[in-house]
């Protein structure tokens, strides 16, 4: 799976659209890109993911370059409960399934966008 | 509701003892996976299990051992061997290998302290 690149941190305002950057130069056809975040002290969860198309879902949208090598996770509305970690993450369906263990199936996590909402 | 639960929240050990961290799913999922997590880092994973009576080493599995008896368990066990076992642990689990359609859903995770 290709790699990206986050910034390391973000700050926002309450009630501001923010928008969350990630490369990723090297994305092969087949990656989908992934979002996840962490609140603190808790488990990641799923936002969004998408191939080519931007998407759109309650908590965000996703827009995609139309060379694939960049993305941006975009949140409407920053609340202060959307402070956490953002992770971009690529992956392809179909990798892994020949290759070496230990990539698999999983999500690698890399350090992610720390976001930081103001009141 | 459905979801994945991690028992306990903290947990405190002694240096050279085994612990073992629960992980329990009622999704319905294969598909099961632990993670570590060190301060200001990424998630690294450590095994994973497509099926049950099934797993795979991930990335870091060395001092760690895991089972896969029934399909919403997949108990993770810290040995002595793992040389720096205090870490933020998480568990995930998706319908199938994460990708395409699966998303991961994670657990609240347990804070593994070694003295």
């Known amino acids: 799976d290709a790699k990206t690149t986050q910034p390391n941190s973000m700050e926002s305002n309450e009630e501001e659209p923010v928008h969350l950057p990630c490369n990723h130069s090297t994305i092969s056809g087949t990656d989908y890109i992934h979002w996840y975040r962490q609140l603190p002290s808790q488990g990641p969860e799923y936002v969004i993911h998408g191939l080519t198309s931007n998407v759109n879902n309650r908590m965000a949208s996703l827009a995609i370059a139309e060379d694939r090598k960049s993305s941006t996770l975009i949140l409407h509305r920053a609340t202060l409960r959307d402070a956490a970690v953002y992770y971009c993450i690529l992956k392809n369906p179909l990798s892994g399934r020949l290759s070496s263990p230990g990539s698999q199936g999983n999500l690698i996590f890399g350090k992610g966008t720390k976001l930081s909402v103001k009141p | 509701d459905g979801g994945i639960t991690q028992s306990p929240k903290y947990l405190f050990r002694k240096e050279g003892q085994n612990v073992t961290l629960s992980c329990e799913q009622n999704?319905?999922?294969?598909?099961m996976y632990w993670y570590r997590q060190d301060p200001g880092q990424g998630l690294r994973l450590i095994y994973y299990s497509q099926i049950v009576n099934d797993f795979q080493k991930g990335d870091i599995a060395e001092g760690y051992s895991v089972s896969r008896e029934k399909k919403e368990s997949f108990p993770l066990t810290v040995t002595s061997a793992q040389k720096n076992p205090t870490a933020f642990y998480l568990c995930?689990?998706?319908?199938?290998?994460?990708?395409?359609?699966?998303?991961?859903?994670f657990g609240p995770g347990t804070r593994l302290t070694v003295l």
């Open positions: 999704l319905n999922h294969d598909a």
């Open positions: 995930a689990s998706s319908t199938g290998l994460a990708g395409l359609y699966n998303e991961q859903f």
